[in-house]
């Protein structure tokens, strides 16, 4: 994600009755429903010492669920802690109708909305006490700032931790696609440039370019190996956005061990190991959504073999 311009994301506010329709990459900035934060006092004299100890300051509040911590020092010697349960705000995410692939930072809203004592938004108000974000209960009325648009805010450098990968793959797994759409990207990435670069000026330097790749002298020829590289980068996009739909899927258990993914002709082959034979059904179901797939079992072994 970090090959995205950062002004050129939209920013949105989510809290728990969020909804949005979306068609782009949004950064998020969490409502302090979706995280918990204390002020604390700590001898130490940086955030790194501090985080050593901010776990056991939200016993006394936290669930057993798996939180995630936060430190930013305000003063000397004094912290601004926070925990959050990344899987809270996944299922807040979801819940707001936006696909966790669209997502390209998670922000507090205690850094992001700091200019703004007390706020409206979405028949909600949220306001500072204390310096902290707190929302407000509903028979609370105080006077609200007028916001911009959310849309129009900068994030700062404070982002939320969030792993923003499926969980069913395994490292090796994953280190070999990330490889993969690395390559592809690079490939596609260095023949969009030479297309924008080259063939706009194919007439001006024609002759320096023929003798320079010795290619043939025939436009027809010419005009053949441009068409076919095309459809080259067209075979690797569809590959790219195959793998980016495969991977925006969520296995409910670990009954399900994915063992490789190929691709070879026009076809990439997916092969996992179960004994839940309702999983791979739900697998099934997902994959022959947007393409056409056949499946293949032996013993345990189920290969999926989907046709771009």
């Known amino acids: 994600m970090s090959l995205f311009q950062k002004d050129n994301i939209k920013s949105i506010f989510l809290h728990k009755d969020s909804n949005f329709t979306l068609d782009e990459y949004v950064n998020i900035i969490l409502s302090s429903e979706l995280y918990w934060v204390r002020e604390f006092s700590i001898p130490v004299t940086n955030e790194k010492e501090a985080f050593k100890f901010v776990g056991s300051f939200f016993e006394d509040i936290l669930d057993d669920k798996e939180y995630k911590y936060f430190v930013e020092k305000i003063d000397d010697k004094k912290f601004l802690c926070f925990a959050y349960s990344e899987s809270d705000i996944k299922e807040a995410i979801k819940k707001a109708n936006i696909n966790i692939s669209q997502v390209v930072n998670v922000y507090f809203g205690q850094f992001e909305l700091k200019d703004f004592k007390s706020f409206e938004i979405d028949n909600k108000t949220f306001s500072f006490q204390n310096s902290i974000l707190v929302k407000l209960p509903k028979n609370i009325e105080i006077t609200t700032q007028e916001m911009p648009s959310i849309e129009d805010l900068k994030p700062s450098n404070k982002k939320v931790k969030l792993d923003l990968y499926p969980k069913w793959l ?139």
Do not use: W
Not at 187 to 209: G, T
């Open 170 to 308: 395994s490292g090796k797994t994953l280190y070999s696609i990330c490889v993969l759409l690395f390559l592809v990207s690079m490939v596609n990435f260095a023949q969009i440039y030479s297309y924008n670069h080259d063939i706009s000026k194919l007439d001006e330097n024609k002759s320096l370019l023929k003798k320079r790749y010795q290619l043939p002298s025939s436009n027809i020829q010419l005009k053949a190996i441009v068409k076919k590289e095309l459809k080259s980068y067209q075979e690797k996009n569809s590959l790219k956005e195959a793998l980016s739909y495969l991977l925006s899927y969520k296995k409910e258990d670990n009954s399900v061990e994915f063992v490789s993914v190929e691709y070879s002709m026009k076809q990439i082959n997916i092969k996992l190991t179960t004994k839940n034979k309702k999983q791979v059904d739900k697998i099934n179901k997902y994959i022959t959504k947007k393409y056409k797939v056949t499946m293949q079992k032996e013993n345990l072994d189920y290969t999926f073999k989907v046709v771009l």
